[in-house]
């Protein structure tokens, strides 16, 4: 082969290298194995996995930890289908993740166009997944590929984040191309999504914002996903002390600000802390950083979303700034960085301790934990009391704390205490997806090797991916996995029995022995049922070198109490059913 001569291949896996992957999350097949082979002659890691969505939520997963996109390759039909809970994930959430599928070959493609599959394992990867992504484009040619990998890291990571998928037909991965110069590369950086450039925050509009703040008398600041991903944290008590206002996150705000804070009352919406909801309802003034207000935060009831008060939203985002479910008086269409950068300079300078007497009744109110408050009339274990006894362990060292989705998710975001770069929350959001846990907690451990991660999960939800137990078992990482098993689908009994007073194929789930699953894996597995066992049973799991699981057997009738349902304001939660 002439000096000049490389495989494409090897070319995208130099831009890999250039932009900082030492790792690719994978599953094998056919159609991908030339890209998966120059990326091991490139000495980049190849991190295997057990399915194509363990793979994706690694990935995704160490993307939100280290803000930088992340590469899961994947073949093409099956493996494409099996990524697209991940790849939907990362879009709902703001994930930057570079999606690089396999595809059968351009001969293939460019002929029979009305015949349903062409080529073994095709599936029609740009139409599937373009609804859910900021791009998706297949690489017909070598130009294709010399412009779309660099574009797709730019275009992931800037403005809202968010994944990128390249198609990427077998044949082209092995083509021989004569080596590039930079004149042959189309420089994309301006065809993109970033409207940073053209944010225009209007002095004026910062000086009414600040005036009605500052003059407030009930200020609430609520920090959402976005606030979470700028990470100006010390910016977020500066606000929250110069205007003297309590502070609450969305969901996926959760660690944004410290849950210790004194200000800090919670987070809110469908499954949110009571008194949270209810400052928020009763506001006069809200601060909204790089939140959507959609329905699990506000309820259904929009036309009484902060009734007697003003709104200022800041995002990013000014699809969601033109379209908005609740009233708002002003919207900004700023990143954090540069709203927080022109806004705090016009608050007035005061003592950081909480003068404002009205939200100092909230912030005490809060103290009294209206939240899945403990039953007196069962032996069994509680959720609340689990994640109490939880807490200590983790307040004091660095860790990651990973939830897949179901009624222990709120249970930790609830109870736990979270803190800006220090213990870290990861859950799915938007797209509220069961099987979120294992794979994450697994590309958490590989972004944070240092760090504990802490994987708690339900009965229900580990069945999704618990097949990545051997990824971690394999790995030797340093997680630690509490199965909270409440023999039931929790969530959507809870919903059944409030709505139909019956819950039919969700309230008596088979019992499995976790305990037992998790030894066939080889990881070292106990089982928790009894109260008095939970203190030494926890320290157990923590003491643990490597991976650990704790099966918790917890009270069957334990619901996520309050929550706020359709037709609710919200400071109007529904405090439990009768039992």
Known sequence: MQDNIVDISDWVADRFVENGIDRVFVYPGGTIAPLVNACIRKKIIIENFKNEQGAGYAALAFSRLTGRPQVVMVTSGPGVTNVLTPLADAYYDSTPLIVITGQVGTPDLNSRHGVRQRGFQEAPTVAITSPISKLSVCLTSSKDVYENIPHAFRLSAEGRHGPVVLDFP??????????????LIEDKSNISTNKQSSFNIKDDELKDIAAAASNAKLPVVLLGQGALIAGLFEEYVEIANKLDAAVVTSFLGVGSFDTDNERYIGYIGHTGHKIANKIVHESDFLLVLGSRLDIRQTGNQVNDFVPNGKVAWVDIDNNELDNPRVDIDWSINACISQFCEAFIPKLPNRDVKIENSIVAGYLSESLKRYEDVPSTNSSSIQPRDLMDCLNPFIKNNKTTIV?????????????LSFKPNYVKHLSSGGHGAMGYDIPSAVGAAMANPHDTVLCIVGDGSILMNIQELATIKERNLNIKIVVVNNNRLGMVSQFQLITWGADPTTGDV???????????????????????????????LFSRPGPALLEVILDYDADVVPMLLAGQKMNEMWDGRDK
């Open 403 to 415: 939830t897949g989705v179901g009624c222990h998710q709120h249970w930790a975001a609830r109870h």
């Open 510 to 540: 088979e019992v499995l022995d976790f305990q037992s699953i998790g030894q066939g894996f080889g990881i070292t597995s106990m089982k928790l049922s009894k109260v008095k066992s939970m203190e030494s049973k926890i320290d157990e």
């Open 170 to 183: 077998m044949d082209i991965q092995r083509l021989e191309i004569n080596d590039l110069s930079e004149a």
